[in-house]
């Protein structure tokens, strides 16, 4: 009984080890990010990206985005410098390496400011039914932080935050139009400011946003599926040439590897990758229908 009792003792010191080993690591990158974000060229360089990675909702600052991003692409070209001893190469998969964590944080920002959207029919019709039932716009707003889970929640509860700091109404509520940046959230802050300055029904007011951000995302719906087809059609014409290469090389590779090792074929093969982007661009941007 006392062996067992000891090696249990031991394990949750192992465990416990093990956690405080990384938290320090943890706190370590933390410290090192923090240092190298604040360095001038970085700080430079994050200020572009500072308010993407706000609405977002990524808790970094630009600066250090800035240096994750280099030391991946660092670390990605010297990989494949090490593994193919290339240099042309590992300069493409660094350069590679290095767009992608921005698009990523393109499509979150996307993602988020879609579920931001959706959720405020949901967000006014609560805060116009606690405004009706006798509540302050401050109760308003803190019931939707805690009924609603999600961006809408999360960018109310720091608007609340902030008010409670000592940052006034106003203020506060342009600072969450401005994280946000969703016409939506345009219009109500807009509205509620007026509302603040000259009077009237803000229940009703808010009732009626949400009637109209209700029949836009209706008709963004039916929209959505009716260029569905041209949607797919630009997937298709995007991906078509790449399986067809992949096909190639698979079936003959002498008969494409001339496109890299001679002048013609590279000149023909920027061309075509050129082509290739400037017609998805076209076609989104034919589907791409504002509401």
């Known amino acids: 009984m006392n062996e ?6 031991e394990t949750g010191v192992r465990k416990k080890q093990k956690v405080t080993a990384r938290q320090d690591l943890r706190s ?27 609405e977002a909702d990524i808790p970094l600052k630009g600066g250090e985005f800035i240096v994750m991003v280099a030391l991946l692409a660092m670390g990605s070209g010297a990989f494949v410098f090490a593994v193919a001893f290339d240099l042309k190469l590992s300069l493409v998969a660094g350069a590679f390496s290095g767009v992608i964590p921005l698009i990523m944080v393109n499509g979150k920002r996307q993602r988020w400011l879609a579920l931001f959207n959706h959720q405020m029919c949901d967000a006014l ?32 509860g720091r608007t609340l935050s902030e008010i409670g700091l000592g940052t006034s109404t106003e203020e506060a509520l342009k600072n969450m139009a401005a994280r946000v ?12 400011l007026i509302q603040r300055q000259v009077g009237g029904n803000l229940a009703e007011v808010l009732d009626n946003i949400a009637s109209v951000i209700r029949e836009r995302v209706n008709m963004k719906r039916e929209i959505r599926a009716l260029t569905a087809q041209g949607r797919m059609s630009g997937l298709l014409i995007g991906i078509l040439p790449l399986l067809l290469c992949l096909y190639i090389m698979l079936t003959n590779p002498p008969y494409l590897l001339e496109l890299f090792t001679e002048p013609l074929g590279r000149i023909m093969l920027v061309i075509a990758i050129v082509g290739e982007v400037l017609g998805y661009l076209t076609i989104r941007k034919i589907v791409d229908i504002d509401v």
Not at 4 to 9: C, N
Not at 181 to 192: F, Q, Y
């Open 4 to 9: 067992r009792l000891r090696q249990i003792g």
């Open 125 to 156: 019709t609560l805060l116009s039914t606690s405004l009706r039932s006798g509540f302050s716009l401050m109760q308003g707003m803190d019931l939707v932080e805690k009924e609603l889970q999600g961006p809408v929640g999360k960018e109310f």
């Open 181 to 192: 940046n969703s016409r939506d959230l345009d219009l109500v802050v807009t509205a509620v």
């Open 28 to 54: 370590l990158w933390r410290d090192f990010l923090r240092w190298a974000g604040n360095l001038s060229p970085t700080r430079t360089l994050g200020r572009v990206l500072d308010r993407k990675l706000t």
